[in-house]
Structures are given as structure tokens and as C-alpha cells.
């Protein structure tokens, strides 16, 4: 079972950037579709990015322009950054796996993101 952490989450000003970062346990990390969802207060949670095994990257519509997510297979990682962050984008961010082999799913425990002047 593989295990994710996330870090990189934090308080920043409207207009600002953040890159968060996820940390998988276990290998091969390239045996696992990744992607990144959050979760605003009293809101469902969404999608935000995808990126397959193959490198393949998926936005929501919702999505496009400001967010960009990215891997690092040698170094068991996927990325996300986010720039011109609005108030709207406060929210704890989750990084997931799906393992296609076993059709699990995985979650990391959540960094929090808030976008406030």
C-alpha cells in the first residue's frame, strides 16, 4: 500500500503562487496514475489535475491556465503548481493515487492552501 504525503501548502496573498508537493512511499512509483483534488470549506470535493503512468495530464476545465501538475519518477513525486491563486482556491489539497494493476485508490492526508490578503 502506498503512502502520500503532501507538502508545500501555506497562506499566500491573492495573485500569488504556491507549488505543492507529493511524496510517495512506494515503488515503482510509475505504476501509478497520480493526481491532485481539493476540498473547500462546505464544498464537495473537486479534481483539479491528473497526470497518468504515461505522462498524460487532464485539467477540469475549471482548471486550465493556472494550474499545471507534473511528475518525477526518479524521485517518487508529483507536483503541482499553482499560480494567480485566487480566494477561491482555499481549500486542503489531496494528493491521490490509482493503481490500475489492482484498481486501488489512494490518498494523501490533505495540505492546506489559503489565498487571503
Known amino acids: 500500500q502506498v503512502q502520500l504525503v503532501e507538502s508545500g501548502g501555506g497562506l499566500v496573498q491573492p495573485g500569488g503562487s504556491l507549488r505543492l508537493s507529493c511524496a510517495a512511499s512506494?515503488?515503482?512509483?510509475?505504476?501509478?496514475?497520480m493526481g491532485w483534488y481539493r476540498r473547500a470549506p462546505g464544498k464537495e470535493r473537486e479534481l483539479v489535475a491528473l497526470?497518468?503512468?504515461?505522462?498524460?495530464?487532464n485539467y477540469p476545465e475549471s482548471m486550465k491556465g493556472r494550474f499545471t501538475i507534473s511528475r518525477d519518477n526518479a524521485k517518487n513525486a508529483v507536483l503541482l503548481q499553482m499560480n494567480a491563486l485566487k480566494p477561491e482556491d482555499t481549500a486542503v489539497y489531496y494528493c491521490?493515487?490509482?493503481?490500475?494493476?489492482?484498481?486501488?485508490?489512494?490518498w494523501g492526508q490533505g495540505t492546506q492552501v489559503t489565498v487571503s490578503s
Open positions: 491521490y493515487a490509482y493503481e490500475a494493476i489492482t484498481r486501488n485508490q489512494f
Open positions: 497526470i497518468t503512468r504515461a505522462g498524460t495530464v
Open positions: 512506494k515503488a515503482p512509483f510509475n505504476a501509478y496514475d
